[in-house]
């Protein structure tokens, strides 16, 4: 048997996060939801491409992740696959899909990767999901986890707010992170820690750390596409830098179609299609 070399000799692969941490490299991590925005992130050097449920709030306009379902994620990891050859593709599991027996996960996981296309899966949970990040593990999955902020749980929490201000909640965060990096997860996203408690956890594992509002010392930082490019309404978390007013540039552009339309200056004859002489002749012969 030949065994096949990658056809992109810049692919990133799961390894690769290991080898970053081990020389100080950081690396970068967006989301990614269809083909454009994945060729885009993809082109522009973004290591990992997370295609996050992160959708249920920023393109389906749900309010919140726990209506995303596993099709949905499933779709649009289909798309990013499609759009992007070298970043890491990490499909998120929506809330549901991983709930009710590790059989179950384990299929679901499966789809992800065998019919959209993924390449590894983020979970969100501590020491509850232990026993099924290493089962995953077990049947080829790599696994991403996801502590601190976790918003799948948002009605246990009551709302989003920073996780792990308290001595007690600060020491079972470290425990979880150590707990899932024993488990096999190749990496763990901290999300809406304080910066210290992200240091100590960096510092102490040997996979990645990937950071959202957790501060710089993590090995990977993340954001959501449209919330780094301004596409999104409503007031932003503190962690979110804006490079870009994207929903801006959208509307100058509609508003100004609308006023050529309206004044008959769109579309103009180039931008329309003429009748053949010879055809305009049979016409009127
Ligand atoms: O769904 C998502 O985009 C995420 C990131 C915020 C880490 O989970």
Known sequence: MAYLK??????????ALRAAKEKGEKLVCLTAYDYPTAR????????????????????????NTIPVTLDEILSATKAVKRGASSALIVADMPYGSYHTGDNKAVRNA?????GGGAEAVKLEGGRNR???VKRL?????????????TPQSVH??????????????????????KILEEAGAFAIVLELIPRE??????????IST??????????????????LIGFTFGRQPRFVRQYANVSEVISSAITHWMDDVKSGNYPNDKESYGMPEAAKKEMTA
């Open 6 to 15: 990658p056809d992109q000799p810049e692919k990133v692969y799961v390894p």
């Open 40 to 63: 885009i992130v993809d082109e522009a050097g973004v290591d990992i491409i997370l295609v996050g449920d992160s959708m249920g709030n920023v393109i389906h306009g749900y309010g």
């Open 110 to 114: 499966m789809k992800l990767l065998k």
């Open 130 to 132: 232990v026993d099924l």
């Open 137 to 149: 593990v077990d049947e080829e999955i790599p696994v991403m986890a996801h502590i601190g902020l």
């Open 156 to 177: 246990k929490l009551g709302g989003y707010r920073v996780q792990g201000k308290t001595a007690i909640d600060a020491n079972k965060l470290i425990e979880d992170a």
């Open 197 to 206: 408690i992200a240091e100590i956890i960096t510092n102490d594992l040997k």
């Open 210 to 227: 990937v950071g959202i509002g957790a501060g710089s010392s993590c090995d990977i930082q993340v954001l959501v596409l449209h919330d």
